[in-house]
Structures are given as C-alpha cells and as structure tokens.
C-alpha cells in the first residue's frame, strides 16, 4: 500500500514568503491529497515541533498551513529531527497500516525532505518523491530554484535497496 507524506508544511516556515514556488507547491500538494483521500490512501501531515523557529508545540506557527486540505481525523506525526523516523513511531505506524511505498512531498527539500528520503529508500521503502511538491528558500551558496533541482537529481541517482522514484505530481496522480 502507498502513503502520502506531507512534511513540514507549517505557517512559521512559510512566514517569510521566501519559500520557492509555494502557491503551486501547496496546489499540487492539495491535488496528492484529493486523490490520496479519494483512493483511500493513508495520509500523514508530519510537523516538526521547535523551540527555535516559532515551531513551538501548539503555538500559531506551528499549525498546518490554511491553503492546504488538512482536516481533523487526518493522521499527525510529530517530529524534532530532520528525519521524520528518527525519535517517533513513523515506521511503526506504517507497518501498522501496512505501507511499503511512500508519496515524499513537503518543506524544506534540503533538510528535512532530502534526510526523510534517504531515511525511507535506507529502509527499504519504495519512495516516489513529487519533484515538484517540496520546496526550499534560497540560502547564501545557491538559489532555491537550483537546490531542488539538485536534489531531484541526486535522489533519482541514490544506491539504495529500492531506487528512488522522482517525478512530477502529474505523473504520481496517473499512477494512483
């Protein structure tokens, strides 16, 4: 069974507005969850809690972006690490449900995205990466634009057990 994984997508890491191509990123985001909830796939929002960041347990900047259908019932994974398993029970909530492949979408590509798609392909999962539905902000050495574009690139190239899929949102939607 596949899930969607959305990761990080929170208002205090979207605050600053810097954040590449978000209004098309949450869209295309939305469009995995349409179909996610229409084929009754598992979904899991996974939000990093912070002291630092304004991504304080409960506070405004930690909640989920508005723009983006999330809805109570939806299934929460919290997280204080870069990599989504590290320190919670993400893997054993999909052994739970029975997941052996993953729909990887979300913020930040560099950090949290690029750490929880080497976790997940280490662990033998089968990750498709929406190439298209992460994002970054543009840091000092590189533009956000050529950051996402690089790791789509080394994500797609990874020696794993299960090669790493990286495609559009349009794709992952005709395979679902």
Known sequence: MKALLVIDMQKALFAAGNRYDAAGVISRINSLIERARAKNLPLI???????????????DGWQILDELDFRPGDLIMEKSNCDSFCQTELSQMLDEINVKELIITGCCTDFCIDTTVR??????YKVHVASDAHTTASKPYLDAETIIKHHNFVWSELYAPILV???????ILNEL
């Open 45 to 59: 929002f996974i939000r990093h809690n912070s002291e630092d960041d304004g991504l304080q347990q409960n506070s």
């Open 165 to 171: 899929r990286v495609e559009p949102t349009a794709t």
């Open 119 to 124: 976790q997940a392909a280490s662990m033998g």
